[in-house]
């Protein structure tokens, strides 16, 4: 079966422009979840979405922001661009959301670079 | 600060060398997940530990969950070349979502032939 895909792969943007990434989870999974990946921090968590619905949320300025259709396709966008943006944006899914361990399913990711 | 530190952050090593690699954390945690991630790739899942004390084998990886769920440990015996990527820990609680896991940031592994 399809995996997640995530689209653009690569994008350049300019100080101050905003960015919309968008992610096709995998058929039948309905949790969607969006992590930065740098160097220097890691994999840090945005926020998750389940049925349309933000569940959570991680220490992120409100320039970033997201939402889920009901497709279960999910996007996310940084408005007004800082260098310090400058990342591997990961998206995740997975088919429930429950109490126990969950499998997340990462797609390839979305490299942006700000200029 | 880091809630999951992981150790070595490089790791060099020869084909056919051992080696273990840590995740340690003073917070405990209900499950404990290891992802590799090649270049160019997203994390891929390896294992899920759930049980402190539990030990998992996958081929030549075996994966330890601490008594305490607040610490875990990857060894590979006989690295190979395909072995060579970004080894991440990633910590889950329960009681809330499970996605919203805690990932270490990583160890770099290098396995030259």
């Known amino acids: 079966k399809a995996g997640v895909t995530q689209t653009p792969r690569y994008l350049i943007k300019t100080r101050g422009q905003q960015v919309t990434l968008s992610c096709s989870p995998i058929?039948?999974?309905?949790?969607v979840s969006w992590y930065q990946q740098t160097p220097g921090q890691g994999l840090q968590f945005l926020f998750e979405?389940?049925?349309?619905?933000?569940?959570n949320k991680g220490n992120f300025p409100g320039r970033f922001s997201g939402r889920q259709f009901s497709n279960s396709r999910s996007e996310m966008n940084v408005s007004t661009l800082e260098l310090g943006d400058s990342a591997l944006y990961l998206c995740?899914?997975?088919?429930?959301?429950?109490?126990?361990?969950?499998?997340?399913?990462f797609g390839a990711g979305s490299r942006l670079t700000v200029l | 600060t880091q809630l999951l530190e992981q150790s070595p952050q490089f790791l060099s090593i020869q084909e056919g060398e051992n080696l273990t690699v840590y995740c340690n954390s003073s917070?405990?945690?209900?499950?404990l997940q290891w992802y590799r991630q090649e270049p160019g790739e997203g994390p891929v899942l390896l294992v899920t530990v759930v049980t402190g004390g539990e030990v998992k084998k996958l081929k030549r990886l075996t994966f330890q969950f601490g008594d305490a769920r607040k610490d875990s440990s990857l060894h590979i015996t006989a690295a190979q070349p395909g072995d060579t990527g970004l080894y991440l820990c990633a910590g889950g609680r329960s009681g809330g979502s499970n996605y919203k896991l805690t990932f270490g940031k990583g160890t770099l592994l290098t396995v030259n032939p």
């Open positions: 995740a899914s997975a088919k429930v959301r429950g109490s126990g361990a969950n499998v997340l399913t």
């Open positions: 979405y389940f049925s349309e619905t933000q569940r």
């Open positions: 058929s039948g999974h309905r949790s």
């Open positions: 917070s405990v945690f209900s499950s």
